[in-house]
């Protein structure tokens, strides 16, 4: 039995840090995707290719969780490059782990993704449909703030890379939160107010600077000021600076000033379907594809193409705990 999943990566944080009740995180995705194929085998061994520690770790955490008997291989894709802010472990890890649980037949929700994701390391929010906030660090706490803003991106990346598990290790897990701020930010995409959204991750990326300075952020806060964008955005554990922008054109006024400053630019919409996950056959024999077929439709897993958000999940999760 086999399985494919995709993940969308992401431009950094709109939010991330401590508040009065604990970390707590909100990753801005964008239309830029990885994926990660599952095979289950009778064998008790697993393998992932490239070979990535965390992947691997996810593989093994998936095995037992959607418990299958046997091993798996998994085969990552690689399109979403380390160490920049753009959510590439967490590609991997809830990659993994969708594609593994589709594979199983096993259906895979919200709060157990999170749970799973972030016992390997802290999390994004990318492979939920939406903007979410998660405890990064344990990921519980999860709560649906509401859709994704109609937005665009210019990023740049101010070079190197950055280890998350190393960054929380050395500086924890975010800067002091000032009381009530993950409370406006949720107002904010209830009302599909890019500004007041822009203005709060402006905000959040400012005190990430004592924790992580980038070096293209006054650059950044010139041109978005200069092109009237909503604000930036910063990967809180990672190399990546974005100016969040109303339209592809306003984008791509603030990537064409922020070239002419010497750095690198991508433009990217902003786009929180989640991630997808379905089981894949053995073409070449059609028996054995319809009695697994038969086998995921009585287990039950997600549907073709759906994120990952259940009914249930949503019901307890966006309540505030």
């Known amino acids: 039995m086999r399985g494919r999943a995709r993940v969308p990566a992401t431009c950094g944080e709109l939010l991330q840090g401590v508040d009065p009740r604990g970390p707590v995180l909100v990753s801005l995705p964008v239309d830029r995707w990885g994926s ?4 289950l085998i009778d064998a008790p061994d697993t393998s992932v290719e490239p070979h990535r520690p965390r992947a691997a770790t996810a593989l093994r955490l998936a095995v037992e969780a959607c418990g299958w008997d046997g091993g798996a291989r998994a085969r990552l894709g690689g399109e979403v490059p380390p160490g920049h802010g753009l959510g590439s472990s967490t590609v991997d890890v809830a990659g993994v782990l969708c594609a593994t649980f589709a594979a199983a037949g096993r259906a895979l929700g919200a709060a157990e993704l999170m749970r799973l994701a972030a016992a390997v390391e ?48 050395r500086a924890g897990a ?13 107002a904010a995409v209830a009302a599909a ?8 991750a402006t905000a959040s990326a400012r005190r990430n600077q004592e924790r992580l300075t980038h070096p293209a952020f006054d650059d950044a806060l010139e041109v978005a000021a200069g092109v009237a964008a909503a604000g930036v955005c910063a990967a809180h554990s990672g190399t990546l600076l974005g100016v969040l922008c109303a339209s592809e054109a306003q984008a791509a006024r603030a990537a064409a000033t922020l070239s002419a400053r010497g750095w690198p630019v991508r433009i990217d919409r902003v786009a929180a379907p989640g991630a997808t996950a379905e089981p894949r056959y053995n073409r070449a024999s059609p028996w054995r594809q319809g009695q697994l077929a038969q086998l995921v439709r009585a287990r039950g897993s997600h549907p073709r193409g759906r994120g990952f958000e259940s009914p249930a999940d949503h019901h307890q999760s966006s309540r505030t705990p």
Not at 36 to 39: K, S
Not at 174 to 186: F, I
């Open 36 to 39: 990660v194929e599952v095979a």
């Open 122 to 169: 802290p999390t994004d929010t990318s492979p939920l449909s939406g903007l979410w906030a998660v405890d990064h660090t344990g990921g519980g706490r999860l709560r649906r703030l509401g859709p994704a803003p109609d937005a665009w991106v210019a990023s740049v990346d101010g070079g190197g890379s950055v280890d998350t598990l190393d960054m929380h290790a």
């Open 174 to 186: 975010g800067p002091r939160l000032p009381e009530g701020e993950l409370d406006a930010l949720a």
């Open 193 to 200: 107010d890019l500004d007041a959204i822009g203005a709060l």
